[in-house]
């Protein structure tokens, strides 16, 4: 799920550890709200060709960090297209400050979660509700899942292809 503003490592870290391959049984679509080109952060845009219709049939869907979460909120389509997506057993997974937009789904509610640094404090204001472990690269809440900064990203990637495909898928 491409957001406006999304950060390069962010994006390119799911869509490599996951993308399609003969000994792996994923395929990776990139979407956004709505198909079309997407500005990104860092110089970069992204052209996506599926809208939010392709989060339907997604077993996981990455929420990669964006530009300035602290001061945007994420459109309302999209937190009920993610919300429906959980509630039909999805797994949630955000990058960095991609756990913004999963936290305002209301679905990181009561439990633990992770941000980039930067964004703690502001994190923490805006989701009371959520417990912010600061001192962690990633946190596994079952189907919710959260990185740190971009580089963690990478860790909670293989830590999922780790718990479906094994030690030495990842």
């Known amino acids: 799920m491409v957001l406006e503003g999304a950060k390069p490592l962010d994006v390119g870290i799911p869509a490599q550890v996951f993308t399609t391959r003969p000994s792996m049984p994923y395929s990776v679509r990139v979407c956004g709200v709505k198909a079309g080109l997407v500005p990104g952060?860092?110089?970069?845009?992204?052209?996506?060709?599926?809208?939010?219709?392709?989060?339907?049939?997604?077993?996981?869907?990455?929420?990669p960090g964006y530009h300035s979460p602290d001061a945007s909120t994420p459109p309302d389509a999209l937190l009920d297209a993610l919300r429906s997506a959980h509630s039909r057993g999805a797994k949630l997974a955000a990058i960095s400050t991609g756990a913004f937009a999963l936290a305002a789904t209301g679905l990181l509610d009561g439990k633990r979660a992770t941000t980039h640094w930067h964004y703690t404090k502001a994190f923490s204001k805006r989701f009371p509700s959520v417990e912010l472990n600061?001192?962690?690269?990633f946190v596994d809440e079952g189907e919710v899942?959260?990185?740190?900064?971009?580089?963690?990203?990478?860790?909670?990637?293989?830590?999922?292809?780790?718990?479906?495909?094994?030690?030495?898928?990842?």
């Open 134 to 137: 600061e001192g962690v690269l």
């Open 41 to 63: 952060a860092d110089g970069l845009s992204y052209h996506v060709e599926q809208g939010l219709e392709a989060l339907d049939g997604a077993d996981i869907v990455f929420i």
């Open 145 to 170: 899942l959260t990185s740190a900064g971009a580089a963690s990203g990478l860790d909670l990637c293989l830590h999922i292809l780790r718990a479906e495909q094994g030690l030495a898928a990842a």
